[in-house]
């Protein structure tokens, strides 16, 4: 994750900020583990960092997005890219948030494949008046959404989904419940880091993922920031508020594909690509700038 970024020396100053937080995240990024990096207080700066740092590369190239997104942590790199927040600013925050979200009450989560979110929220809401918390917390696209409360409760809602008609439920490699009840204690502290965080009015449109639309303003984005803990993410509205907004391609900027092909499933015809690495930098920005996707027969 990000190795090729630390080598090249990109945004070594975020790095700084991590470490003189306690996290040697230049370290972590090029030589740790994968259950070295599984914990959320490692994983989300480590995400922070390779997506704020493929952004400002491919900015720093001439690239001015229609507007930004980002799911779940993500959102930080967006409103950075937007320069709504300052890079050692967001670092600090998502530090934060990871150590916070950290010592929220154990749980677990699970993506629920082939049944309908009103189904499952009605499944969840079941769960949860008999006494185990269980909620949606992301709807990721047509299809897919991922349920979040404690390990019995998500339990019992993976089985009732299952014989709901469920494709399949799988239960995910995380280390709490986010984006649900059981982030209320740590969403509190962290809304107080952002009512005193410096947040300014995005360049342009950034997703507010708590609601699922397009926000303009440093009050909206403020106020998205506070509800994120605990609120699903609405990735599907987020994607379909983008493309309303008249963006033809979607370049992920991170380690990996998976909001590529979330977005594939959810915004029909939408040009999309991911860039993860500096020589993907390299290779596709002069084409990205031009407005084209890819080289000349790619």
Do not use: K
Not at 33 to 48: D, G, K, M, S
Not at 165 to 172: E, H, I, M, N, Y
Not at 212 to 235: F, I, N, S, Y
């Amino acid at each position: 994750m990000g190795t090729g970024l630390v080598e090249a020396g990109v945004a070594p100053r975020l790095l700084e900020v991590a470490r003189a937080a306690g996290t040697d995240l230049r370290q972590l990024v090029v030589a740790g583990t994968a259950q070295q990096l599984r914990p959320t207080e490692v994983a989300q700066p480590a995400l922070y960092y390779t997506g704020v740092a493929l952004a400002q590369m491919l900015q720093d190239r001439g690239l001015e997005p229609v507007c930004a997104g980002g799911h779940s942590v993500g959102e930080f790199c967006a409103l950075v890219a937007a320069g709504s927040l300052d890079p050692e600013a967001g670092m600090e925050l998502v530090l934060e948030r990871g150590r916070l979200m950290a010592t929220a009450p154990e749980g677990s989560m699970a993506a629920v494949l082939g049944l309908e979110p009103e189904l499952l929220e009605s499944i969840c809401a079941e769960v949860s008046e008999a006494g185990e918390c269980c909620v949606v917390a992301n709807y990721n696209c047509p299809g897919q959404s991922v349920i979040s409360g404690t390990v019995a409760g998500v339990e019992v809602a993976s089985d009732r989904a299952r014989a709901a008609g469920a494709r399949r439920v799988v239960g995910l490699n995380v280390a709490g419940a986010f984006h649900s009840p059981l982030m209320a204690e740590a969403a509190e502290r962290f809304a107080v880091l952002i009512d005193r965080a410096e947040i300014r009015a995005p360049r342009f449109p950034v997703v507010c993922g708590a609601e699922g639309r397009l926000v303009t303003t440093a009050a909206e984005v403020r106020d998205g920031l506070r509800l994120q803990l605990e609120r699903p993410v609405r990735w599907t509205s987020a994607v379909m508020a983008m493309a309303a907004a008249g963006v033809e391609l979607f370049v992920e900027c991170g380690p990996g594909n998976t909001l590529a092909g979330l977005i594939r499933r959810t915004a029909e015809g939408a040009e999309v690509m991911s860039v993860s690495s500096p020589n993907g930098v390299a290779e596709l920005a002069p084409f990205l700038v031009a407005g084209r996707s890819s080289p000349p027969g790619a």
